[in-house]
Each structure stands twice: as C-alpha cells, then as structure tokens.
C-alpha cells in the first residue's frame, strides 16, 4: 500500500514478502558485521598491550545500546517511511565510514592517546572508545530501524515479525563470530576483519539508497 504519496519503494511489484526478506538479510549482515568488529577489536588493538576483552567488548556493546536508543528515536511514529529509508542508508554509512576508520586508523589513535598521557590502565579503554564505539553506534541504530521497517510491514503480526527479525540479526552475529575466528582472523588479520566489515555496511547502504521509494510519475496530460 503506497504510503506518504509514493509508492512503497522499488520493490513492491514483487510484494511485502521481498521486503521482510531484505530486512532480515540485512539484520543478518549487520549482526555479522558488529560481531567481526567485536571479535577482531582486541587484536586490532593490542599493539597497545596484551588484548583486553572486557575493555573492547565493553566498548561495542555501549555503542550498540546508544545506537538502538537512537535508531528507535529516529524511526519514531511521526518518521515516514521514505524518511525512515533515508536515514538507515546514512546511519549504514557512517557505519561503514567509521568501521573502515577503525581498522585503518589504530596506530594514529594509539599514538593520539599515549599523548594524552592517561594512566596506563586508562589507555585501552579510550583506545577502544575512540575506535570501536562510534561504528558500534551506527550499526545499532541501523539495525534498530531496521527492526522498525518489519514491524510496520507486519501491523497485525507485530510479535511474530519481532521475534522473526531479533532472530535473524542473532543468528548473524553467531555466524559472523565463526567466520571472523576461523576464517577472517587468521587470513586476513584483524584490520582485514575489520574492513570486511565495513564493506559490508557500504553494500547495505547501497542497497537501501536504491531500495527508495520514488514518487509516482504524473498522468498522462498532467
């Protein structure tokens, strides 16, 4: 049903059901994706020292909590759905941005905080911060408005589609917590996991950059 004067988006020709399936391969990948960062984060850091799990992993789940907390904000009852689209494309990108930051960048970092001059123990913890918490941020709001696009395309099975979509986001990070320890990590290193990642959040960024709804061409004579 063509909602705010356009048509649903680029794919409503084949029906709702593509778009729940585009939602939840995306949350899928997303899910892949924070779980990569999370895993190759302490070995991207730990040029600093020995890898501080709490300290980096700390870090990614802050981001996430800020990011679903401001992805539920941005996709709130007055957001239309194009608007909705227009920022879960930008919020993937800034993932992506931030995320391939992260894996190009430590080195930088790790010299910008020594210069700080922090407590040793202080150190890694603003390291992973700086790194890890702003990609962590924009995935959780991506993912959060993700979450908001399948629950609306299902108004009378709400639940169903919830627990459809966490599902499927869980089930990606499990799957991206395998690949990233038995494949990424020790082929390509961490800051190759890391940028995997990041590509990643591009390619949905594109996809839902072409997934906008178009306005409807006028009538013939109009």
Request: net charge neutral; hydrophobic share 55%.
């Amino acid at each position: 049903m063509p909602r705010d004067g356009f048509p649903d988006d680029n794919l409503s020709v084949r029906g709702s059901g593509l778009r729940m399936g585009l939602y939840a391969v995306a949350l899928a990948l997303g899910g892949g994706a924070v779980a990569a960062i999370a895993c190759a984060g302490s070995w991207l850091l730990a040029a600093s020292g020995d890898p501080r799990w709490p300290a980096e992993a700390g870090s990614v789940l802050l981001g996430l909590a800020a990011g679903v907390w401001l992805g539920g904000w941005l996709s709130g009852p007055l957001s239309t759905l194009r608007g909705t689209l227009r920022r879960l494309a930008a919020a993937l990108g800034a993932a992506a941005v931030t995320t391939v930051g992260a894996a190009a960048l430590p080195q930088t970092a790790m010299r910008t905080v020594e210069a700080l001059a922090l407590p040793p123990e202080a150190q890694p913890v603003v390291l992973s911060l700086a790194l890890l918490l702003p990609p962590s941020l924009c995935a959780g709001a991506a993912l959060a408005m993700l979450l908001k696009l399948a629950v609306d395309e299902r108004p009378l099975a709400r639940g169903p589609a919830l627990g459809g979509m966490l599902a499927c986001g869980a089930l990606g990070g499990f799957g991206g917590t395998l690949m990233a320890d038995m494949l990424a990590l020790p082929r390509m290193g961490a800051a190759g996991t890391v940028m995997v990642a990041g590509l990643a959040f591009a390619a949905l960024a594109l996809v839902f950059v072409l997934a906008e709804p178009r306005p409807a061409p006028p009538p013939d004579g109009a």
